[in-house]
């Protein structure tokens, strides 16, 4: 089937197996390699993306649910001052999980943004409860967090 839909702002068309994953979709067909696979079941959060702003674990959904949507991979805009706070508090670890964290922290700290709400320690764990880390641990990560966020823990 074709496929339509906007990548890291860009209109793009592919043809795709109609069950094809998003995370397949995005990795084989676009080349976005940015976005990993960890256990390919919706458990570790490694392939997550955005999709119309709200973070998704890619490897469970299926391409043709992206159609008409707006996509946006850890090689898109927008997630530069996350990236720079992963660099500087340590948080960029592994390297297979990071990708996952940084764009599930952009959702976070967009609606929090939104909601008018600052992002704490507690609710940057909540947030990031999905994405997994077996390397080293999370208080890094969730520094790295707070701090995209203007906050400190
Ligand atoms: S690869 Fe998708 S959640 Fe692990
Ligand atoms: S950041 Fe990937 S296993 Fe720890």
Do not use: W
């Not at 995370?23 to 976005?35: F, P």
């Not at 008018?116 to 320690?121: L, N, R």
């Amino acid at each position: 089937m074709k496929l339509r839909f906007t990548v890291n702002g860009a209109e793009r068309e592919v043809d795709v197996a109609p069950l094809a994953r998003l995370l397949d979709v995005l990795r084989d067909e676009l080349r976005l390699t940015g976005t990993k696979e960890g256990c390919g079941e919706g458990e570790c959060g490694a392939c997550t993306v955005l999709v119309d702003g709200e973070a998704v674990m890619s490897c469970l959904v299926a391409g043709c649910q992206a159609a008409g949507r707006d996509v946006v991979t850890i090689e898109g805009a927008g997630h530069e001052a996350v990236q720079q706070a992963f660099l500087e508090e340590g948080g960029a670890q592994c390297g297979i999980c990071t990708s996952g964290m940084i764009v599930a922290t952009r959702a976070f700290l967009e609606e929090r943004e939104r909601e008018g709400k600052p992002a704490t320690v507690e609710a940057a764990r909540e947030a990031l409860a999905g994405n997994l880390c077996r390397c080293t641990g999370y208080g890094k990560v969730i520094a790295a967090v707070l701090a995209a966020g203007g906050e400190t823990r």
